[in-house]
Protein backbone atom coordinates (compact mmCIF):
# COMPACT_ATOMS: atom_id res chain seq x y z
CA UNK A 1 0.00 0.00 0.00
CA UNK A 2 1.29 3.93 -1.01
CA UNK A 3 0.35 6.68 1.37
CA UNK A 4 0.38 8.97 -2.16
CA UNK A 5 0.36 7.61 -5.99
CA UNK A 6 1.51 10.49 -8.10
CA UNK A 7 0.64 10.88 -12.07
CA UNK A 8 1.96 13.06 -15.05
CA UNK A 9 5.30 13.76 -16.83
CA UNK A 10 8.35 13.80 -15.81
CA UNK A 11 11.13 16.20 -17.37
CA UNK A 12 14.83 17.34 -17.51
CA UNK A 13 14.89 20.65 -16.89
CA UNK A 14 17.65 23.05 -18.01
CA UNK A 15 18.31 26.18 -16.01
CA UNK A 16 19.63 29.14 -18.22
CA UNK A 17 20.06 31.82 -16.28
CA UNK A 18 20.33 35.48 -18.72
CA UNK A 19 21.09 38.98 -17.93
CA UNK A 20 21.32 40.64 -20.58
CA UNK A 21 17.54 40.80 -21.71
CA UNK A 22 14.68 43.74 -20.54
CA UNK A 23 10.88 43.72 -19.05
CA UNK A 24 8.03 45.26 -21.22
CA UNK A 25 5.46 45.41 -18.38
CA UNK A 26 2.19 46.98 -17.75
CA UNK A 27 1.39 49.81 -15.30
CA UNK A 28 0.35 47.22 -12.82
CA UNK A 29 3.43 45.15 -12.86
CA UNK A 30 1.40 41.93 -13.26
CA UNK A 31 1.63 41.03 -17.21
CA UNK A 32 5.10 41.58 -18.46
CA UNK A 33 7.37 40.26 -21.61
CA UNK A 34 10.98 39.13 -21.16
CA UNK A 35 12.23 40.78 -24.35
CA UNK A 36 15.26 39.46 -26.14
CA UNK A 37 17.42 41.79 -28.82
CA UNK A 38 16.54 39.41 -32.07
CA UNK A 39 19.26 37.83 -33.73
CA UNK A 40 21.74 38.51 -31.28
CA UNK A 41 23.93 36.18 -29.35
CA UNK A 42 22.32 36.47 -25.87
CA UNK A 43 25.17 35.51 -22.77
CA UNK A 44 24.72 33.00 -20.73
CA UNK A 45 25.64 32.97 -16.89
CA UNK A 46 25.14 29.47 -15.70
CA UNK A 47 23.65 26.19 -16.84
CA UNK A 48 22.40 23.44 -15.01
CA UNK A 49 20.11 20.69 -15.36
CA UNK A 50 17.67 18.91 -12.68
CA UNK A 51 14.74 16.62 -12.69
CA UNK A 52 11.61 18.41 -13.08
CA UNK A 53 7.76 17.74 -14.34
CA UNK A 54 4.98 18.23 -11.89
CA UNK A 55 4.22 15.49 -10.74
CA UNK A 56 7.67 14.07 -10.26
CA UNK A 57 8.26 17.19 -8.18
CA UNK A 58 5.38 16.27 -6.24
CA UNK A 59 6.73 12.82 -5.53
CA UNK A 60 9.60 13.78 -4.83
CA UNK A 61 8.38 16.53 -1.81
CA UNK A 62 6.06 13.74 -0.69
CA UNK A 63 8.44 11.06 -0.41
CA UNK A 64 11.16 13.91 1.50
CA UNK A 65 8.66 14.18 4.06
CA UNK A 66 8.17 10.44 4.73
CA UNK A 67 5.48 9.50 2.55
CA UNK A 68 5.22 5.76 0.77
CA UNK A 69 5.23 7.57 -2.51
CA UNK A 70 4.78 6.14 -6.00
CA UNK A 71 5.65 7.37 -9.35
CA UNK A 72 3.23 6.87 -12.30
CA UNK A 73 4.71 8.03 -15.45
CA UNK A 74 6.71 6.94 -18.62
CA UNK A 75 9.95 7.98 -19.83
CA UNK A 76 12.27 8.13 -23.07
CA UNK A 77 14.71 5.48 -23.12
CA UNK A 78 17.49 8.25 -23.59
CA UNK A 79 20.14 9.72 -21.56
CA UNK A 80 17.79 11.94 -19.85
CA UNK A 81 15.80 9.37 -18.98
CA UNK A 82 18.17 7.12 -17.30
CA UNK A 83 18.98 10.30 -15.31
CA UNK A 84 15.77 10.55 -14.35
CA UNK A 85 15.12 7.14 -13.22
CA UNK A 86 18.10 7.31 -11.28
CA UNK A 87 17.28 10.78 -9.57
CA UNK A 88 13.80 9.55 -8.02
CA UNK A 89 15.46 6.53 -6.79
CA UNK A 90 17.59 8.49 -5.18
CA UNK A 91 14.95 10.06 -3.43
CA UNK A 92 13.03 7.04 -2.67
CA UNK A 93 10.00 7.89 -5.04
CA UNK A 94 9.12 3.66 -6.38
CA UNK A 95 9.35 3.17 -9.76
CA UNK A 96 7.61 -0.21 -10.10
CA UNK A 97 4.96 1.54 -12.31
CA UNK A 98 7.15 3.75 -14.66
CA UNK A 99 7.64 2.41 -17.88
CA UNK A 100 10.33 3.15 -20.54
CA UNK A 101 9.28 3.80 -23.57
CA UNK A 102 12.16 2.59 -26.64
CA UNK A 103 13.07 4.59 -29.05
CA UNK A 104 12.04 8.09 -27.60
CA UNK A 105 13.41 10.79 -26.30
CA UNK A 106 12.49 12.22 -23.11
CA UNK A 107 10.74 15.46 -22.19
CA UNK A 108 12.60 18.36 -21.06
CA UNK A 109 12.38 21.97 -20.86
CA UNK A 110 14.76 24.93 -21.20
CA UNK A 111 13.88 27.90 -18.20
CA UNK A 112 15.49 31.03 -18.35
CA UNK A 113 15.84 32.61 -15.51
CA UNK A 114 16.09 36.17 -15.53
CA UNK A 115 15.31 37.84 -12.36
CA UNK A 116 14.42 35.32 -10.33
CA UNK A 117 11.46 34.96 -12.19
CA UNK A 118 11.36 31.74 -15.41
CA UNK A 119 10.31 31.82 -18.75
CA UNK A 120 9.76 27.82 -19.85
CA UNK A 121 9.93 26.21 -23.28
CA UNK A 122 8.90 22.78 -23.00
CA UNK A 123 9.00 19.39 -25.41
CA UNK A 124 6.37 17.16 -24.59
CA UNK A 125 5.29 13.69 -25.94
CA UNK A 126 2.14 12.27 -25.15
CA UNK A 127 2.42 9.67 -23.32
CA UNK A 128 -0.01 6.70 -21.70
CA UNK A 129 0.29 5.83 -17.96
CA UNK A 130 -1.20 3.18 -16.92
CA UNK A 131 -2.41 4.03 -13.74
CA UNK A 132 -5.46 2.06 -13.69
CA UNK A 133 -3.23 -0.68 -12.30
CA UNK A 134 -1.35 1.02 -9.42
CA UNK A 135 -2.12 -0.56 -5.79
CA UNK A 136 -4.19 0.97 -3.16
CA UNK A 137 -3.09 4.32 -1.80
CA UNK A 138 -4.57 7.37 0.47
CA UNK A 139 -3.78 9.77 -2.09
CA UNK A 140 -3.27 10.19 -5.57
CA UNK A 141 -1.77 13.49 -7.01
CA UNK A 142 -2.39 14.09 -10.92
CA UNK A 143 -0.88 17.38 -12.82
CA UNK A 144 0.04 18.16 -16.58
CA UNK A 145 -1.02 15.98 -19.03
CA UNK A 146 -1.06 17.01 -22.92
CA UNK A 147 -2.71 18.23 -25.94
CA UNK A 148 -5.14 14.89 -25.95
CA UNK A 149 -6.27 15.22 -22.12
CA UNK A 150 -9.58 14.06 -22.14
CA UNK A 151 -9.50 10.08 -22.27
CA UNK A 152 -6.68 10.54 -19.84
CA UNK A 153 -9.35 12.60 -17.30
CA UNK A 154 -12.08 9.95 -17.93
CA UNK A 155 -9.51 7.26 -16.56
CA UNK A 156 -8.26 8.97 -14.24
CA UNK A 157 -11.51 9.44 -12.87
CA UNK A 158 -13.10 6.27 -12.78
CA UNK A 159 -10.01 4.88 -11.11
CA UNK A 160 -10.43 7.74 -8.03
CA UNK A 161 -13.64 6.89 -7.78
CA UNK A 162 -13.12 2.58 -8.08
CA UNK A 163 -10.41 2.78 -5.58
CA UNK A 164 -11.41 5.48 -3.59
CA UNK A 165 -8.82 7.90 -3.26
CA UNK A 166 -8.22 11.22 -2.21
CA UNK A 167 -7.13 13.56 -5.21
CA UNK A 168 -5.02 16.36 -5.86
CA UNK A 169 -5.14 17.72 -8.59
CA UNK A 170 -3.62 20.92 -10.58
CA UNK A 171 -5.01 21.49 -13.88
CA UNK A 172 -2.22 21.76 -16.90
CA UNK A 173 -2.14 24.50 -19.80
CA UNK A 174 -3.87 22.27 -22.17
CA UNK A 175 -6.22 21.58 -19.73
CA UNK A 176 -7.00 25.44 -18.75
CA UNK A 177 -6.94 26.16 -22.09
CA UNK A 178 -9.87 23.60 -23.27
CA UNK A 179 -11.77 25.25 -20.48
CA UNK A 180 -14.19 24.71 -17.72
CA UNK A 181 -16.64 22.55 -19.19
CA UNK A 182 -14.12 19.51 -19.89
CA UNK A 183 -13.00 19.51 -16.24
CA UNK A 184 -16.38 19.05 -14.41
CA UNK A 185 -15.86 15.95 -13.62
CA UNK A 186 -12.27 16.03 -12.53
CA UNK A 187 -13.09 18.97 -10.33
CA UNK A 188 -15.96 17.05 -8.79
CA UNK A 189 -13.88 14.30 -8.05
CA UNK A 190 -11.03 16.01 -6.35
CA UNK A 191 -10.62 16.43 -2.70
CA UNK A 192 -7.98 19.53 -3.00
CA UNK A 193 -7.52 21.54 -6.25
CA UNK A 194 -4.02 23.21 -6.50
CA UNK A 195 -4.41 26.76 -8.53
CA UNK A 196 -2.99 29.52 -8.95
CA UNK A 197 -4.24 33.17 -9.25
CA UNK A 198 -3.69 33.05 -12.83
CA UNK A 199 -4.85 29.53 -13.36
CA UNK A 200 -7.89 30.45 -11.14
CA UNK A 201 -8.35 33.38 -13.07
CA UNK A 202 -8.57 31.57 -16.31
CA UNK A 203 -11.09 29.03 -15.59
CA UNK A 204 -13.65 31.06 -13.69
CA UNK A 205 -13.19 34.80 -13.98
CA UNK A 206 -11.93 37.19 -17.05
CA UNK A 207 -11.29 40.04 -14.55
CA UNK A 208 -8.19 40.39 -12.99
CA UNK A 209 -9.03 42.73 -10.06
CA UNK A 210 -11.39 39.48 -9.07
CA UNK A 211 -9.92 38.90 -5.43
CA UNK A 212 -8.47 35.72 -4.75
CA UNK A 213 -10.93 35.11 -1.74
CA UNK A 214 -13.98 34.89 -4.81
CA UNK A 215 -11.72 32.82 -7.09
CA UNK A 216 -11.79 30.10 -4.83
CA UNK A 217 -15.22 30.61 -3.56
CA UNK A 218 -16.10 30.07 -7.39
CA UNK A 219 -13.81 26.95 -7.98
CA UNK A 220 -15.75 25.19 -4.55
CA UNK A 221 -18.77 25.55 -6.68
CA UNK A 222 -17.58 22.56 -9.08
CA UNK A 223 -16.96 20.16 -6.77
CA UNK A 224 -13.69 20.11 -5.19
CA UNK A 225 -13.43 19.26 -1.32
CA UNK A 226 -10.62 21.88 -0.50
CA UNK A 227 -9.57 24.75 -2.83
CA UNK A 228 -5.74 26.13 -3.00
CA UNK A 229 -4.76 29.00 -4.40
CA UNK A 230 -1.14 30.13 -4.52
CA UNK A 231 -0.31 33.88 -5.10
CA UNK A 232 3.21 34.00 -5.09
CA UNK A 233 4.78 36.55 -2.95
CA UNK A 234 1.21 37.86 -2.00
CA UNK A 235 0.70 34.64 -0.27
CA UNK A 236 -1.84 31.18 -0.34
CA UNK A 237 -5.64 30.73 0.72
CA UNK A 238 -7.45 27.18 0.96
CA UNK A 239 -11.58 27.22 1.16
CA UNK A 240 -12.30 24.56 3.71
CA UNK A 241 -16.16 24.29 3.20
CA UNK A 242 -17.13 27.54 4.31
CA UNK A 243 -14.20 28.81 5.29
CA UNK A 244 -11.62 30.58 4.04
CA UNK A 245 -7.70 30.14 5.46
CA UNK A 246 -5.23 32.89 4.50
CA UNK A 247 -1.35 32.55 4.87
CA UNK A 248 1.56 34.80 4.17
CA UNK A 249 4.35 33.95 2.29
CA UNK A 250 7.43 32.47 4.52
CA UNK A 251 10.47 34.67 3.91
CA UNK A 252 13.36 33.25 1.75
CA UNK A 253 15.49 34.74 -0.57
CA UNK A 254 14.10 34.45 -4.22
CA UNK A 255 16.67 32.45 -6.27
CA UNK A 256 14.68 30.76 -8.78
CA UNK A 257 10.73 30.27 -8.77
CA UNK A 258 10.44 26.64 -10.42
CA UNK A 259 8.60 24.75 -8.95
CA UNK A 260 7.04 26.59 -5.99
CA UNK A 261 3.69 25.71 -6.71
CA UNK A 262 4.92 21.92 -6.48
CA UNK A 263 6.20 21.69 -3.63
CA UNK A 264 3.63 23.98 -1.81
CA UNK A 265 1.19 21.38 -2.73
CA UNK A 266 3.35 18.20 -1.87
CA UNK A 267 3.58 19.99 1.69
CA UNK A 268 -0.03 20.86 1.88
CA UNK A 269 -0.93 17.15 1.23
CA UNK A 270 1.30 16.01 3.69
CA UNK A 271 0.17 18.11 6.04
CA UNK A 272 -3.20 16.90 5.92
CA UNK A 273 -1.87 13.62 5.83
CA UNK A 274 -0.49 13.93 9.37
CA UNK A 275 -2.41 16.73 10.75
CA UNK A 276 -5.58 16.79 8.71
CA UNK A 277 -6.37 20.47 9.00
CA UNK A 278 -6.10 22.72 5.81
CA UNK A 279 -4.83 25.13 8.27
CA UNK A 280 -1.41 23.35 8.85
CA UNK A 281 -1.41 22.14 5.09
CA UNK A 282 -1.15 26.22 4.41
CA UNK A 283 1.92 25.97 7.08
CA UNK A 284 3.64 23.41 5.89
CA UNK A 285 3.33 24.60 2.18
CA UNK A 286 4.44 27.82 2.58
CA UNK A 287 7.55 26.84 4.50
CA UNK A 288 8.28 24.14 1.98
CA UNK A 289 7.96 26.45 -1.13
CA UNK A 290 9.89 29.32 0.88
CA UNK A 291 13.26 26.64 0.76
CA UNK A 292 12.75 25.59 -3.11
CA UNK A 293 12.96 29.09 -3.93
CA UNK A 294 16.11 29.72 -2.48
CA UNK A 295 17.90 26.80 -4.56
CA UNK A 296 18.13 26.26 -8.71
CA UNK A 297 15.88 23.58 -9.77
CA UNK A 298 12.46 22.39 -8.24
CA UNK A 299 13.46 19.93 -5.83
CA UNK A 300 16.74 20.78 -4.57
CA UNK A 301 15.07 22.97 -1.75
CA UNK A 302 12.15 20.26 -0.95
CA UNK A 303 12.46 19.80 2.57
CA UNK A 304 12.41 16.84 4.47
CA UNK A 305 9.66 16.23 7.78
CA UNK A 306 12.13 17.06 10.25
CA UNK A 307 13.71 19.80 8.92
CA UNK A 308 10.38 21.09 8.10
CA UNK A 309 8.42 20.14 11.58
CA UNK A 310 11.85 22.21 13.13
CA UNK A 311 10.98 25.95 11.36
CA UNK A 312 7.35 25.28 12.38
CA UNK A 313 8.46 24.74 15.81
CA UNK A 314 11.18 27.60 15.55
CA UNK A 315 8.20 29.92 14.12
CA UNK A 316 5.41 29.36 16.22
CA UNK A 317 3.48 32.87 15.23
CA UNK A 318 3.50 31.61 11.54
CA UNK A 319 0.16 30.82 11.42
CA UNK A 320 -3.19 30.95 8.79
CA UNK A 321 -5.87 32.89 9.79
CA UNK A 322 -9.62 33.00 8.60
CA UNK A 323 -10.22 35.95 6.15
Given at each position: ?????????????????????????????????????????????????????SSSNVAVGLARLGLRTALVSAVGDDEDGKMALAALAGQGVVLDLVKRIPDERNNYSFILNYGGERTILGYHRAREYGFQDFEKSNWAYFAFSGRN???????????????????????????????????????????????????????????????????VRKLAEFG??????????????????????????????????????????????????????????????????????QKVGAQTGLLTKKELEQILSDNPDFQAREV
Open positions: MYDAVCIGDIFIDHFIKISDASLDCTLNQESCKLCLSYGDKIPVESLESHLGGFEPVLDQLVATVKKKKVLLGYNPSTYELMGGIEKLLHILAASHVLFVNKEEAQSLVSPSQSDKPENLPKIVVLTNGPQGAYALDGERIWFIESFPGKLVERTGTGDSFAAAFIAGLFYESDPRQGLRWGAVNAASVI
